[in-house]
T-cell receptor
Framework: GQSLEQPSEVTAVEGAIVQINCTYQTSGFYGLSWYQQHDGGAPTFLSYNALDGLEETGRFSSFLSRSDSYGYLLLQELQMKDSASYFCASEVDSGGYQKVTFGTGTKLQVIP | DTEVTQTPKHLVMGMTNKKSLKCEQHMGHRAMYWYKQKAKKPPELMFVYSYEKLSINESVPSRFSPECPNSSLLNLHLHALQPEDSALYLC???????????????FGPGTRLTVT
C-alpha cells in the first residue's frame, strides 16, 4: 500500500533548529509537499520538492532524496507560533489515477 | 485573492437531516477537493473535481454527494449521516489536478460537522 510515515511528536526549544522526517513507500512517486496545520485551523502549503535536494523558503527548508525514499522539513530559528502539526504529502498512483496522500503527521511543540 | 471560503463553520445535524456544505475559490483553480479529517489524523481524500468533472471518488458512501456547479464552487450534500461521520470537512483547490500543481493545494477553514 501507500504510506508516508512521520514521527508522531517532536519537541524543540524556541530559537533552535528542528528536523521533521518523512519516509515513504509509494508507487508512482511524483514529489513531496509539506503542510502546516495549527490546532483548529486548515492545512497551509509550505513547500514542494519535485527533485532531489534542498529547497529553502525563509526559515523553512525541505529536502528530498528519492533514492532513500526520504524527505525532511527543517525549521530554523524556531518561534512559539511554529507549534503546529506538520504533514508531508505526495501524489501517488492509486487504482489507475494519481491522488495526493498525506503522511501520518508530526505534532511539533516549541517550548521556551 | 488566495482564499478558499467554506460555509458553514459549524454544523450539527441529526441522522435524518439533509444539509449541504459549500466551498468557493476565486483563484482560477481548475481542481477542487473534499477531505475528511478526524482529530489527530491527516486529511483523508474524499472527492476530486478537475475541470468541473468528478475525477476521483475514494469509495465514499453515497450519503455524501458532491456537486460542482461551476469552476469556483463546490458543494457536498449530506443525507442520513452516521455519528461516525462527525469530523472536520475541508475543501481545497489547486491550479490543476495532477502533477506538481496538485501538490500545492489551498485549503479552506473547514466545516466542523457533528452528527447526533
Amino acid at each position: 500500500g501507500q504510506s508516508l510515515e512521520q514521527p508522531s511528536e517532536v519537541t524543540a526549544v524556541e530559537g533552535a533548529i528542528v528536523q521533521i522526517n518523512c519516509t515513504y513507500q509509494t508507487s508512482g512517486f511524483y514529489g513531496l509537499s509539506w503542510y502546516q496545520q495549527h490546532d483548529g485551523g486548515a492545512p497551509t502549503f509550505l513547500s514542494y520538492n519535485a527533485l532531489d535536494g534542498l529547497e529553502e523558503t525563509g526559515r523553512f527548508s525541505s529536502f528530498l532524496s528519492r533514492s532513500d525514499s526520504y524527505g525532511y522539513l527543517l525549521l530554523q530559528e524556531l518561534q512559539m507560533k511554529d507549534s503546529a502539526s506538520y504533514f508531508c504529502a505526495s501524489e501517488v498512483d492509486s487504482g489507475g489515477y494519481q491522488k495526493v496522500t498525506f503522511g501520518t503527521g508530526t505534532k511539533l511543540q516549541v517550548i521556551p | 485573492d488566495t482564499e478558499v471560503t467554506q460555509t458553514p463553520k459549524h454544523l450539527v445535524m441529526g441522522m435524518t437531516n439533509k444539509k449541504s456544505l459549500k466551498c468557493e475559490q476565486h483563484m482560477g483553480h481548475r481542481a477542487m477537493y473534499w477531505y475528511k479529517q478526524k482529530a489527530k489524523k491527516p486529511p483523508e481524500l474524499m472527492f476530486v473535481y478537475s475541470y468541473e468533472k468528478l475525477s476521483i471518488n475514494e469509495s465514499v458512501p453515497s450519503r455524501f454527494s458532491p456537486e460542482c456547479p461551476n469552476s469556483s464552487l463546490l458543494n457536498l450534500h449530506l443525507h442520513a449521516l452516521q455519528p461516525e461521520d462527525s469530523a472536520l470537512y475541508l475543501c481545497a483547490s489547486s491550479q490543476d489536478g495532477s502533477g506538481a500543481d496538485a501538490s500545492e493545494q489551498y485549503f479552506g477553514p473547514g466545516t466542523r460537522l457533528t452528527v447526533t
